[in-house]
């Protein structure tokens, strides 16, 4: 499977968005913890991904809290669980990872749902960045611990990142 990817830069950085007829499956920041698989057979068209770059931009500028975008994520069903439970967290609010494995329905699976977490092929769409330790403390994140901040910062007080 080709999948078209189109890279831009945006508020926290640059950001990769990939996807097919399917859906988008993966977006990317500029440092991302783990790498996409496959990604050097994918093409570049911007034109394909428009939505998706628009929607992006959209959120980090403070004009949208929700996305309206066709997805295909890949991974295990546990980690498809997870993710899905991820755009249950509502805009500016957060959740402990073990708040995400009760909403899973599996309350003793935190670690296991914070793997998942870290796992996020579409973090911000999906917002794993609203996941946070018991205690309130910000815990990793593929985008970096600045990047998460920044995002929870965006959230919190409505108002557009600045680069």
């Not at 440092?31 to 911007?46: H, I, L, V």
Request: proline share 6%; net charge neutral; charged share 20%.
């Amino acid at each position: 499977m080709t999948l078209l990817y189109d890279t831009f830069d945006s508020p926290i950085g640059a950001l990769t968005v990939a996807g097919d007829s399917q859906g988008i499956h993966h977006i990317l920041f500029e440092n991302n913890r783990y790498d996409a698989k496959g990604r050097e057979r994918w093409q570049r068209d911007a034109h394909a991904l428009r939505d998706a770059r628009t929607q992006l931009l959209q959120f980090l500028h403070g004009e949208r809290t929700t996305f309206e975008l066709p997805l295909a994520p890949h991974g295990t069903d546990f980690q498809l669980r997870v993710w899905k439970a991820l755009a249950d967290i509502p805009f500016g609010q957060t959740w402990s990872y073990v708040q995400l494995a009760r909403h899973i329905g599996q309350p003793t699976a935190s670690r296991a749902v914070g793997a998942a977490n870290g796992r996020n092929p579409l973090p911000i769409v999906l917002p794993c960045h609203r996941v946070i330790g018991a205690s309130g403390a910000l815990t990793g994140f593929g985008g970096g611990i600045e990047t998460k901040a920044a995002l929870l910062e965006l959230e919190g007080r409505g108002t557009p990142l600045l680069v």
